[in-house]
């Protein structure tokens, strides 16, 4: 528990980054590094072992910040080793599992799309290594295909282009669609009983996959292919007035609702914080079961946002995990339950 404010947040964000190869605030490697960076050099290392029923996995990130080519601007590099070989970042997610709670959390509820869709990817790519490469498969021929649709545009191409990265995106869309279809039916199933415990109440919590297809969530993958194919085709006359794919699971969102609601628009702070609770634990309790072993709990000063039964009701859950770490400027919430 650490007993102040200034650095407890650094402390969560390390071992997080451990998990999934990348900090999940900063948008660059550079905002990583001390401020001081702009005119000295300097690292920094975020290191680990792991144990995973007695195999051992040592994780080592290196951070590396020199002056740049002008005074307002650094060169910033990331080494990343796994038992002492160079490795990508991507290489890491899945090794170490964590769940992170933070007081932003409430983003997921009032933040956009994006975010929820963020959440959904990071927390399948540590489940499965196929869903991680077919999402950056996915996301790489997206980033060809809205190119071409600009190029066609403009004249510079033919519509017949578009036919190779139509089925790439359908490959691999449906396999992220098939692969996020089966988890949020497991959160929502989760977080439900979740809810009930934190708040106890008779109010039902539901996560829905809010679709840009037509997409049923019985659907098989071959189904889920033709669906996805059927689209990319039907729309490209739209795309291409827009530039860009309007259609795909990079469009599609999570809908949480409270009593059939939708919490973003209906629910009360409070509920609104209780939801984005019970889907945190569901998370871990789905990392739990896919993984075959517990995700360390990472509690970033969340503990003063609740009320004191909400706060039992929490410490009391997570009491069951075998690793957490709390981070409080008010040790007495803790020390006190």
Known sequence: VADNAQGKSNLLEGIYMLSIGKSHRARKESEMMRSNSLTNANYCKVSADIDNDGKRTKIQIFFESRPGPSIVKTATQKYVRINGVPKKSAD????????????????????????????????????????????????????????????IREGSSNNDELSYWDSQLAENGSFIL???????????????????????????????????????????????????????????????LAGATTIGPH??????SINNKDSARFSSRGQSRTAVLALKLSEAQFLAENRGYEPVLLLDDILSELDSTRRDRVLTHISSYEQCIITTAEPVLVSST
Do not use: W
Request: net charge neutral.
């Open 92 to 151: 890491i997610v899945g090794i170490f599992n964590a769940v992170l709670f933070t007081a932003s959390d409430l983003d997921l509820i009032y933040g956009s799309p994006s975010l929820r869709r963020k959440y959904i990817d990071i927390l399948l790519s540590q489940v499965s290594k196929e869903y991680l490469d077919a999402l950056r498969r996915y996301q790489k021929s997206l980033i060809q295909r809205n190119h071409l649709l600009r190029k």
């Open 178 to 240: 098939s692969i996020r279809l089966k988890a949020v039916r497991e959160l929502s199933s989760h977080a439900n009983n979740l809810h009930h415990q934190l708040s106890e109440s008779n109010e039902n919590m539901t996560c829905t996959y809010n679709s840009t297809l037509p997409i049923e969530p019985n659907y098989s993958l071959p189904e889920i292919n033709k669906e996805v194919a059927y689209a990319l085709e039907t729309s490209r006359e739209k795309d291409l």
């Open 251 to 256: 469009r599609d969102d999570l809908l949480i």
